[in-house]
C-alpha cells in the first residue's frame, strides 16, 4: 500500500498544479487545455489531480482565485511605495503598463475565462466577476483620496486600458489611459502635477 501522502506533499502538488494550468490556460485558453495535458505538464497522476480538484472547472475557479489575490497584491504594493495621493492614482496606470509589457502578455485572465466559458460555467462566471468587483473596489478607493467623483470613469478608464492592451497587443494603451486620469483629475480640481511619468 502507499504511503500517505503528507500535508506538505498536498501543498505542493497543489501549488504545482495551479502554475501550470494557470500557465497554460493563459497562453493556451482553457479549452484548447485538456486534462491529459495537465496532468503531463504537472507530473501527477489524473487521480491525485481530481482528488486535489474534482472537476476542471473547480480547478480553473481555485486558479483565477489565486491569480487575483497575486495580482491584486502586486498592484496595492506598487500604489503603497508612491505617497503622493495623486501621484498614487496615476501609477495605477504605470503599473498596467509594465504588466501589459510583460513577455507572454495576453489580456486580462478573468475576461479570457468569462468570454470562453462563463455563461456556460456559473463559477467561473462568479470568478471573474469576483475579480471586478475587488479590482473595482481597490480603485474607487484610491481615486476617493483624491476625488470621489472620478472614481467610476478613472476604473473605466483602466478597464478600458485593459482590453485594448489585450486584444490590440498595445502597451501603451496604459499611457493613454493616464493621461485620460490625469485630465480628468486635472478637470476636477484634483490634480495638477505636469504632464509625463
Excluded at 505538464?41 to 474534482?54: M, T
Amino acid at each position: 500500500m502507499p504511503a500517505a501522502i503528507t500535508e506538505e506533499q498536498h501543498a505542493r502538488h497543489r501549488r504545482t498544479l495551479l502554475d501550470v494550468a494557470e500557465d497554460l490556460f493563459y497562453r493556451q485558453g482553457i479549452q484548447a487545455v485538456g486534462m491529459d495535458e495537465l496532468r503531463a505538464a504537472a507530473g501527477l497522476p489524473l487521480k491525485r489531480i481530481y482528488r486535489l480538484y474534482p472537476t476542471k472547472e473547480a480547478l480553473i475557479v481555485a486558479m483565477l482565485e489565486r491569480r487575483d489575490r497575486r495580482w491584486r497584491g502586486s498592484l496595492a504594493a506598487h500604489l503603497d511605495a508612491v505617497a503622493d495621493p495623486r501621484e498614487r492614482v496615476l501609477a495605477l496606470f504605470d503599473w498596467l503598463g509594465a504588466w501589459f509589457a510583460e513577455p507572454g502578455f495576453r489580456g486580462c485572465a478573468w475576461v479570457n475565462a468569462h468570454g470562453e466559458l462563463g455563461p456556460s460555467a456559473p463559477a467561473i462566471a462568479e470568478a471573474a466577476r469576483s475579480h471586478k468587483r475587488a479590482f473595482h473596489a481597490q480603485v474607487v478607493e484610491l481615486v476617493a483620496a483624491v476625488d470621489a467623483s472620478a472614481a467610476e470613469p478613472v476604473y473605466l478608464l483602466a478597464e478600458g486600458a485593459i482590453v485594448v492592451a489585450g486584444v490590440h497587443g498595445d502597451p501603451a494603451a496604459a499611457a493613454r489611459a493616464r493621461d485620460g486620469a490625469r485630465a480628468l483629475l486635472a478637470a476636477s480640481g484634483g490634480a495638477d502635477a505636469p504632464a509625463g511619468r
